[in-house]
């Protein structure tokens, strides 16, 4: 598995399994040990999610050695502060049943309950984080649907500098703006949603492209999202398509084509975190 360098020397596997919406109990305990069983290292889960307990028992019964794996937790928009920040990282650590942890985001830069204040909220909540990553508790810090302003407000006063921003990507929903100023950074973009959400599955692009190259419309989206540096996290619960999923690290798009999947438009884009209800 190919794997990024961070900005703190450390290297995370390249792309990580997706687990939203896999319903907790069976459906996400199978998941999960189905990806391990194919060879994902890295697995992307959340608070929210609700399906941490499981996903950390998943992890233990699979035997696989905790060395080997990369895991991803994000603080929900109930935990913005410095001391909700520490509670909400002790309760995912409790349901995951980890000693440490990979990586730890900040779910979304600007949530309702914080609306009037999220400057000092996500300073406090960085804090927090900060001194967990001095603790050992957790290895790596970052982000999530942070854009450009979010971002230089954080970097006013953090110590550290995110490893990780983690945005909606996928062809036709290319945040150019955010994009270009963490790859100024250093900062490594994974990209949510990296099949589109169903959209690019007709798209006749990536129909087209699919057939050009004799792989699935999966596998092109994935296949570009690395082209443009990304680390997408691709979610599925069906064991076939778990697998299917990892096999696209052979193709190689041409340049010309890299331009015409980038070019392409969907109706469905990135939400505006400013402008989110929750
Ligand atoms: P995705 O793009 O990974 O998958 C979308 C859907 O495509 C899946 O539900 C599945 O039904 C289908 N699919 C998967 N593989 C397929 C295949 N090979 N062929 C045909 N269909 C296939 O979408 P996602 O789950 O929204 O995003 C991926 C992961 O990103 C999530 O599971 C989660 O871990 C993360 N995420 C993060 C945020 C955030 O705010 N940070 C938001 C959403 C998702």
């Known amino acids: 598995m190919r794997t990024y360098q961070m900005n703190n020397g450390l290297t995370i596997p390249a792309v ?8 907790d109990g069976d459906e996400v305990y199978n ?15 959340a608070a929210f999610y609700e399906n941490e307990e499981t996903i950390g028992r998943a992890i233990k019964d699979s035997g696989v050695p905790r060395e080997e794996l990369f895991i991803t937790t994000k603080l929900w928009n109930d935990a913005h502060g410095y001391e909700e920040a520490k509670a909400a990282f002790k309760a995912s650590m409790d349901r995951l049943q980890l000693d440490y942890l990979d990586l730890y985001l900040i779910h979304w830069p600007n949530p309702v309950s914080v609306r009037d204040r999220w400057q000092s909220a996500n300073a406090q909540t960085w ?11 957790i290895r790596t810090i970052g982000l999530s649907n942070f854009m450009v302003h979010h971002l230089e407000e954080l970097l006013k006063t953090a110590k550290i500098v995110p490893a990780i921003n983690q945005l909606r990507l996928a062809p036709g929903v290319y945040q150019a703006e955010i994009v270009n100023y963490c790859k100024e950074k250093g900062i490594i ?27 699935t419309v999966a596998q092109i989206a994935l296949a570009w999202s690395w082209s443009q540096g990304f680390l997408p996290l691709p979610k599925s619960v069906t064991p076939s398509r778990i ?3 990892l096999d696209f690290q052979d193709i190689e798009l041409s340049n010309d084509d ?14 505006n975190p400013d402008e989110i209800d929750f």
């Open 127 to 137: 804090i927090a984080m900060e001194e967990l990553v001095e603790a050992g508790q």
């Open 189 to 215: 973009l994974q990209a949510w949603s990296p099949l589109g959400r169903g959209e690019l599955f007709s798209h006749p692009t990536m129909l087209m492209m699919a057939k050009k190259y004799g792989k």
């Open 16 to 23: 990580g399994f997706g687990t939203y919406l896999s319903k």
């Open 258 to 271: 890299i331009a015409t999947i980038t070019a392409i438009e969907v109706v469905t884009g990135a939400k």
């Open 31 to 45: 998941a999960v040990r189905k990806a391990l069983d194919a060879g994902y290292r890295h697995i992307d889960t």
């Open 243 to 245: 697998v299917e999923n």
